[in-house]
């Protein structure tokens, strides 16, 4: 398909912008000499060629899309309406308190509802993603050990089964990582976790479930052997669809955590963001929050700002539209729903890992929780078919792969989160593609090392398009090669 540049037609065009009525203030030499080279399209045009853009792409309002760890789970459009709403949209984060108190009050009811599935005592919404309140969550952990003179505690355990964001915050907030694998039951090593920590723990990180899809089952073992060693526990929240309300981080010993709003509570993602990863903490954590907090007296909501706060994370109170969003969704669900919802991700899951695992490998061959990873490489060793062949097969029957290669102590992995939007029937088809897929890996490998061959695209070089991704139109390049 054509580029917008490519659409572009001197003189066409669709915008007419007002007469300028306000003083130009742009200094004499910081101007530009030349208009900018803004393609020039008829509406018509340009709203077929992103009509046809969108056509090219894959999202949840397409059909399945089972990536693990993404939670691309359908989010209600009621929400979006909420979201919408003029009283959310057109206020200003300078707008005095008072002028205020609806959103306010937003704030503070979403902090309220965090902390009662969670078991945390405080919440703060400025973080912006998951990694973000991971490295806000950090900060707290580094503030206390600073606010009781101790500063020999400068390592981060992180189990082999973390999430990878996870070390990489701890390298963020200035820690070292030390890494302590997974027993061959998926969980963490106890031992192994006993010879690691030391005067010199800072703390845990713990994706739970962690990132092959198992809920640790000593959990409780885990948080007892780091606080005996004076650390402090992080609980990885991202995956929080499969438990809320069925098992809470603050009653297993966390200290302080993260959650994604727009994983779990109903934002779209995966094209970069709005996002929302609010950190939540027990009370000793609590003063050390990024400001402002958002606090309630006898009258009014108010904000507050601790001067013991690590400070502020991102500018004002955080994407607060995608809190409103997720307001909206959970008291549309209701506590029940909440339940319910965790429920059926862990049940989907695992309906779908039942009606595979006769014919594909599970990584760990026990209930999963909401996701649960497949190992291809006996099939690979088999027949020649790698995990990124089955799933680029996928794209021909029109439905998204699972995540790819990831966890990375799975080897050809093939990482699958159905979440509990999709109905039985989906499933089902799920199923039988992927048993097809499997099929034909036998009876005819080579045709799948060609796939997909009905997407718009077939196979990018991937490398190449993370290390060289050509994200500007050159026009110089093109007039050049069109001399
Ligand atoms: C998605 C995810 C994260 C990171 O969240 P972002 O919003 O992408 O920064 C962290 N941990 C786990 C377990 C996740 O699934």
Redesign the pocket.
């Known amino acids: 398909m054509k580029l917008i540049f490519e659409r572009s037609v001197p003189g066409h065009g669709c915008s007419v912008l007002p007469e300028c009525d306000v003083p130009t203030v742009i200094p004499e030499g910081f101007c530009r000499q030349s208009r900018p080279r803004l393609p020039q399209i008829s509406e018509n045009d340009l709203s077929r060629h992103y009509t046809e853009l969108a056509k090219q792409t894959h999202g949840v309002n397409d059909g399945f899309y089972p990536l693990g760890?993404?939670?691309m789970k359908y989010n209600p459009k009621i929400n979006e309406r909420a979201a919408a709403l003029p009283g959310f949209t057109g206020v200003h984060p300078l707008q005095p308190e008072e002028d205020a108190q609806g959103c306010l009050e937003v704030m503070h009811r979403m902090e309220t509802m965090l902390c009662g599935i969670t078991g945390m005592d405080a919440m703060s919404l400025q973080p912006?993603?998951?990694?973000?309140?991971?490295f806000t969550g950090l900060l707290l952990i580094k503030a206390y050990h600073k606010s009781r003179g101790d500063e020999r505690r400068t390592k981060i355990i992180v189990p082999d089964s973390?999430?990878?964001?996870?070390p990489a915050?701890a390298a963020m907030a200035g820690f070292s990582i030390v890494n302590v694998p997974s027993a061959a039951d998926g969980c963490v090593d106890l031992n192994a976790l006993q010879t690691a920590v030391g005067e010199d723990t800072a703390g845990l990180m713990l994706?739970n479930p962690?990132?092959v899809g198992l809920f640790d089952k000593n959990i409780l073992q885990i948080t007892d052997i780091v606080h005996k060693a004076g650390g402090l526990c992080y609980y990885?929240?991202?995956?929080l669809n499969a438990v809320m309300d069925i098992a809470r981080p603050g009653d297993m010993g966390f200290d302080c955590m993260?959650l994604?709003l727009?994983?779990t509570f109903s934002t779209p993602?995966g094209g970069g963001?709005p996002?929302s990863?609010p950190c939540g903490c027990k009370d000793f954590l609590a003063p050390f929050l990024p400001g402002p907090r958002i606090v309630r007296n006898e009258t009014a909501y108010c904000m507050e700002y601790q001067n013991t706060s690590v400070g502020s994370v991102k500018a004002f109170y955080g994407n607060f539209l995608v809190v409103v969003k997720a307001l909206s969704y959970l008291c549309m669900l209701g506590r029940e729903g909440v339940r319910e919802a965790s429920c059926n991700a862990v049940l989907n899951a695992n309906y779908m890992m039942h009606g595979l695992s006769d014919l594909y490998d599970m990584a760990f061959d026990e209930t999963c929780m909401h996701e649960f990873v497949m190992s291809l490489e006996k099939l690979k060793h088999d027949t020649g078919v790698s995990a990124l062949d089955a799933a680029k097969a996928m794209l021909d029957y029109g439905i998204h792969p699972p995540t790819m290669y990831f966890p990375l102590i799975v080897h050809e992995a093939l990482m699958v989160e159905p979440t509990e939007t999709e109905s039985r029937e989906t499933l089902d088809e799920a199923i039988a593609i992927y048993r097809e897929i499997f099929q034909k890996a036998h009876e005819n490998p080579d045709a799948l090392h060609h796939t997909p061959a009905h997407t718009p695209i077939g196979r990018p070089d991937e490398v190449a398009a993370a290390r060289k991704p050509v994200i500007r139109y050159d026009y110089e390049a093109v007039l050049s090669e069109n001399d």
């Open positions: 760890s993404c939670t912006a993603a998951g990694a973000h309140g991971e973390a999430h990878g964001t996870n915050s994706t962690n990132t990885d929240g991202a995956n993260h994604n727009h994983k993602h963001g996002g990863g």
